[in-house]
C-alpha cells in the first residue's frame, strides 16, 4: 500500500499486515526524534492545517507536536466558532480554500463521514483524527505500536492475543478502529463488555466473525476480563447520548480498580485508555489506585502517538527515506 500522497480516513483502507508493517517500521526509526534526543528538519518547509471541530487534547497536540518535531510549521483552528463554517461556509469550500495552503490536513469533526468529505474536496492528503462515533484510525495504530512495544514483540506476534473491550462500544471510535485494524490477523479472541445497549455494532461482530475470530460478548466484567492479555477500557461518551437520562444510566458502569485487576485479571496484563479517562465523581472507569501500577500502560500508549504520527506525516508527504539526512544531537 502506497500511503505517499494518500488520504488516512479508516482502517478499512489497510488491507493485510504488510500495509501496517511499513508505519511502525518508521515509527521505529523515528523514536529518537520523538524522544527529542535528535533533531531532523526533514519536513521543513511544509505546512500542516490542524482543524479539529470537536475537542481533543492528546490528538491535537501530539499531531501538531508531530510535525513541529519534523521541522514543519503547524496552522490550526479548533472548535466551529473560529473558523468561517460558523458562518455558513460548506465542508467543500473550506477543505478548498485550506488544501491550497496547506500540504497536509488533520482534521477531527462530530459526523461520521464528514472527514472523508473533506478529503473529497482536497488536493493534500487528509488525515482522519476522529469522526464523531465513526472512526479514529491514527487511534489505533498507536494502541497496536503500544501493544507491540509493552509485549516486546513484532506484530505477527501479536496473532493469538486475547482482548477484552469495555464500555460503550457503541460509540466508542477507537474500539471499532481497534477492533477493525486488530481482524487483519488470523486469530483474535475478542470479549465484549458492554451494557447491551451499548454493544459493539453488529456489522462490525459480524465482520469478525466471518473472518474466524473468536467473540465474547458479556455485561459482566469479571467475566469479561478473564483471561484477557490486554483490558482496553474506554469513556461513557456522554456527547453522544439522545439525552442525559440516558447517560446517567450508564455513567460508571465499569471501573477497573488495583482491587478488580488482582482478583479478576492476568498480572501480565496491560491497560489500555484512548484516554481522556472521565475521573469526575461517578465515572471512574479507571481508578486512580492504578496510577503507579507497572501493567498500567496508558501513558505510555499517549506517548507512542508521537512517532506513529511522525511516521504517518513521513509517509504521506513521500519524506520517509529521507528521515536521517542532515539530522544532528539535539
Ligand atoms: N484519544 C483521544 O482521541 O484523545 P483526545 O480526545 O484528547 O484527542
Redesign the pocket.
Known amino acids: 500500500m502506497n500511503l505517499c500522497g494518500a488520504h488516512l480516513l479508516s482502517i478499512a483502507q489497510f488491507g493485510n499486515l504488510s500495509d501496517l508493517r511499513q508505519i511502525f517500521d518508521v515509527a521505529r526509526e523515528l523514536e529518537v526524534y520523538a524522544r527529542r534526543e535528535r533533531v531532523t528538519r526533514v519536513l521543513e518547509g511544509a505546512v500542516m492545517a490542524s482543524l479539529f471541530f470537536e ?6 497536540i501530539s499531531f501538531e507536536s508531530a510535525f513541529a518535531l519534523l521541522g514543519g510549521t503547524v496552522t490550526s483552528t479548533t472548535g466551529f466558532t473560529f473558523s468561517s463554517m460558523a458562518k455558513g461556509e460548506s465542508i467543500y469550500d473550506t477543505s478548498r480554500v485550506i488544501s491550497g495552503y496547506a500540504d497536509v490536513m488533520v482534521v ?1 469533526h462530530p459526523e461520521v463521514g464528514s472527514v472523508a468529505a473533506f478529503a473529497d474536496a482536497s488536493s493534500v492528503p487528509v488525515i482522519n ?2 469522526d464523531g462515533p465513526g472512526e ?1 484510525p491514527t ?1 489505533a495504530l498507536l494502541d497496536l505500536y503500544t501493544i507491540m512495544k509493552e509485549r516486546r514483540c513484532e506484530l505477527e506476534d501479536v496473532d493469538g492475543i486475547t482482548i477484552a473491550m469495555i464500555g460503550d462500544l457503541k460509540h466508542g471510535r ?1 474500539v471499532h478502529s481497534l477492533t477493525k485494524l486488530l481482524s487483519l490477523f488470523k486469530k483474535i479472541s475478542f470479549r465484549f463488555v458492554s451494557p447491551a445497549e451499548l454493544a459493539m455494532p453488529e456489522y462490525i461482530l459480524e465482520m469478525l466473525r466471518e473472518r474466524g475470530h473468536e467473540v465474547f460478548i458479556t455485561e459482566n466484567l469479571p467475566e469479561g476480563v478473564a483471561g484477557a492479555d490486554v483490558i482496553y477500557m474506554t469513556r461513557i461518551q456522554e456527547e453522544r447520548f439522545a439525552s442525559v437520562e440516558d447517560y446517567q444510566r450508564h455513567r460508571g458502569c465499569y471501573t477497573v480498580s488495583r482491587d478488580v485487576f488482582s482478583r479478576f485479571c492476568k498480572p501480565e496484563a496491560i491497560i489500555l485508555h ?3 479517562r472521565d475521573s469526575r465523581p461517578g465515572s471512574n472507569e479507571i481508578d486512580v489506585d492504578l496510577n503507579d501500577h507497572s501493567q498500567l500502560a496508558i501513558f505510555r500508549q499517549t506517548d507512542n502517538g508521537i512517532p506513529i504520527r511522525m511516521a504517518l506525516f513521513t509517509l504521506a508527504l513521500g519524506v520517509s527515506d529521507q528521515i536521517h539526512r542532515d539530522s544532528r544531537p539535539v
Open positions: 475537542p481533543s487534547t492528546r490528538t491535537r477531527r483524527a476522529g479514529h487511534q477507537t484512548p484516554l481522556p
